[in-house]
């Protein structure tokens, strides 16, 4: 029997490996100790994600793992999916109108 392996498209795999770009920077950053640390957090499946980090080819990081980075720790979502922009959301800040 042969087993074929799934191959995820080259857009998926840029997105596996943005993903571990931003749990690498969040380490840099002291925001995070490592890896384990989002997984306890979120409830993640922490050697899935490192099966992903390790063959981005034919795994790849779920969806919801990527709106934690987003909701949780401030990555951009624009960022994230397509590499534009900043890694991390700007902070706006609202003018107050004078009256």
Request: hydrophobic share 35%; charged share 30%.
């Given at each position: ?26 380490k840099r950053q002291k ?15 922490r050697s899935g994600l ?43 800040t609202k003018k107050s109108?004078?009256?």
């Amino acid at each position: 029997m042969i087993t074929l392996m799934k191959r995820i498209s080259d857009t998926g795999i840029e997105i596996t490996n943005r993903f571990f770009e931003a749990i690498d920077e969040l380490k840099r950053q002291k925001v995070i100790r490592g890896l384990q640390t989002f997984t306890t957090r979120f409830n993640a499946n922490r050697s899935g994600l490192i099966v992903a980090k390790e063959k981005p080819a034919t795994n790849q990081v779920k969806p919801e793992y990527l709106t934690y980075l987003v909701e949780g720790y401030g990555v951009s979502a624009d960022w994230l999916l397509t590499g534009r922009g900043e890694m991390f959301k700007r902070v706006s800040t609202k003018k107050s109108k004078s009256l």
